[in-house]
């Protein structure tokens, strides 16, 4: 099993945590949870494969997938009440989803030797698009776009980071950890600390 295969199980696992914490929140039944958690675990790196044109979507050469995203749904189905402050938990294990995710794709672009632009550009959309669809799914906003909120930055940083890491003759293994730290930091610290780019604020026009 390959060190990319190995992060996208890992991001499918806690992508569907996410998801049926969400689903929670949402008070759907038990299918509901098995929808949502799989629509956000495989969501983004459905679309990666798609746009990579790979021989196959990940989930359908190993539906094995699916399950383990349906099982965390039945999980936090019969576990989330456990939990006091289920949004908080959301968010947090949104964000190791992300920085796993976001290597995850990065590897995937660029072992098929992508140009530097197309592997920032698929590590991000693994990263951000299967929280996207289920934030809007369930009617939520979404965290991506939530003012103040580092996500999608977050997401092209790492990813520029094992660019770089690769450029300078770092492994292609090191370099996707360093990714996912680099990722993760930066969102940690925009949910801990606050920190985020600036917004832009409109003005009266001029007389």
Not at 123 to 128: A, P, V, Y
Not at 151 to 163: D, L
Request: net charge neutral.
């Amino acid at each position: 099993m390959s060190f990319v295969t190995l992060l996208d199980y890992a991001s499918v696992l806690v992508f569907g945590l996410s998801g049926a914490l969400v689903a929670s929140r949402a008070q759907l039944d038990i299918v509901g949870f098995a929808f949502i958690s799989c629509l956000t675990a495989v969501g983004g790196g459905t679309v990666r494969d798609l746009v990579l044109n790979r021989e196959q979507v990940f989930w359908v050469s190993d539906p094995n997938h699916i399950l383990l995203a349906s099982m965390a749904a039945v999980v936090v189905f019969f576990t989330a009440h456990l939990v006091e402050s289920r949004m908080r938990w959301v968010i947090w294990l949104d964000s190791f989803a992300l920085a796993i995710a976001v290597s995850a794709g990065t590897g995937a672009a660029m072992a098929l030797d992508k140009p530097a632009v197309i592997v920032v550009l698929m590590g991000m959309t693994t990263g951000s698009l299967g929280g996207l669809m289920r934030d809007v799914v369930v009617g939520e906003v979404p965290l991506v776009l939530k003012q103040g909120e580092l996500y999608v930055t977050c997401a092209m940083s790492g990813a520029i980071v094992a660019v770089s890491a690769v450029t300078f003759g770092v492994s292609s293994g090191l370099a996707l950890i360093l990714c996912a730290v680099v990722c993760w930091v930066l969102r940690a610290g925009s949910i801990a600390f606050g920190w985020h780019l600036p917004v832009y604020k409109s003005r009266p026009p001029r007389s």
